[in-house]
Every structure is written in C-alpha cells, then in structure tokens.
C-alpha cells in the first residue's frame, strides 16, 4: 500500500511538472516585449506576435502590419528562445508547428513537409527570407520587464535549394560566426549566421 501510495504522489507530480499552467504564462505585454527582441528596431512595434494564452495555447497576441511574425518563448521549454520571421516564411513555419502538434519528430516532420512543398500544396518563398533567432538563460530573464539580459543573436536566411556551387557557401562553419550553408539543395536550405561565441 506505502509503494503503491508512493508511486500515485510521484505520478502526479510528474503531471504538474510536464503541463503548462496559467501561473506559467506571462502577461501579454511581456511576452510581445520578449517576442520582439530579435527584430530590427524600426520592425519591432508592427510585428505579427504569437504567444500563449492562459491554456498554453499558441494564439496570435497581436495583429501585424509589416512584413515580421514573432514568436514568444515557448513556457513548456527550458531557456529563453524567440524568433522573428519574414511572412513569406509562415506556410512552412505553420506547417511545422502542425505537424509538431501531432506529435512528429523533426526527421518525419522534414520529409512530410518536403514531400508536400514538391507535390505544390504550399510553397518555400521564392526569393531570400529572413529568420533572426535570440536566445539565453532562464536566470538571465527578468519575467516582469521582458528583458533578457545574456541573450545572444543567431540569423537564419533561407534559401530554398541553394547550394554550395550555387552560394559558394561551406557546408559546414570553420569560424565562430561565419556563414554557412545548412541542408543545401533541399527545399529548407538555409545560411546560419552565428551563435557568434
């Protein structure tokens, strides 16, 4: 009876622990501020902003009026993490954020949405698309101003099927920083720009 006492407390422990509650979920403000932080300056305040509702839900938490789609930190994932993208960008964010619901790992989730993106039922933007990435510690994040204080940049530029022939980019960094180019010849070919440390 002890062990069996035992195990039903450990079970429910791990239940909280693994489910987002509301008291996880930061105020709206303060999740469009974090959201933001990895765009351009002049982006930042007409930025499409994704974020979590008391549920931990993903719903949109601002309507945009230019070009960017913000994602605030997922409260279910250890870190700090947001991102900022180009709207040419939001079919396949979109489509990986489905299959990503259903349970998909990121192999099935690459080779279903390669298989789609070659049958025509969505399409990679045709030209350059930006994705800037910032990230750091949970320690390092002030939860009340929405500030993170050793947040480092990464850029993501896609480029759909480009390759190292094409860019003259490696396919692999050999410096701290440095562009290189990620999947080449596939339909989520990308240059990484840093971390930078």
Aim: hydrophobic residues 35%; proline residues 7%; charged residues 25%.
């Amino acid at each position: 009876m002890k062990e069996f006492i035992c195990l039903m407390a450990l079970s429910t422990t791990i239940s909280c622990v693994s489910q987002t509650t509301s008291a996880d979920i930061l105020p709206e403000p303060v999740q469009i501020k974090t959201a933001t932080l990895p765009a351009p300056e002049a982006d930042k305040e007409d930025a499409m902003v994704y974020g979590y509702n008391a549920s931990g839900e993903l719903v949109v938490l601002r309507e945009g009026s230019n070009n960017l789609v913000c994602i605030a930190d997922d409260p279910k994932k250890g870190g700090i993490s947001v991102a900022c993208y180009s709207k040419a960008l939001e079919p396949f964010m979109k489509r990986g954020r489905e299959l990503t619901a259903e349970g998909k790992n990121t192999k099935e989730k690459r080779e279903i949405q390669g298989a789609e993106v070659a049958a025509g039922k969505w399409q990679m933007p045709l030209v350059p698309s930006m994705l800037y990435v910032y990230y750091g510690s949970d320690d390092a994040y002030d939860k009340e101003t929405g500030n993170l204080a050793d947040g480092q940049f990464r850029y993501v530029i896609y480029t759909p099927f480009a390759t190292t022939e094409s860019t003259g980019l490696p396919s692999k960094p050999h410096e701290k920083g440095m562009p290189w180019l990620m999947d080449p010849g596939t339909y989520r070919a990308h240059i990484m720009v840093g971390p930078f440390n």
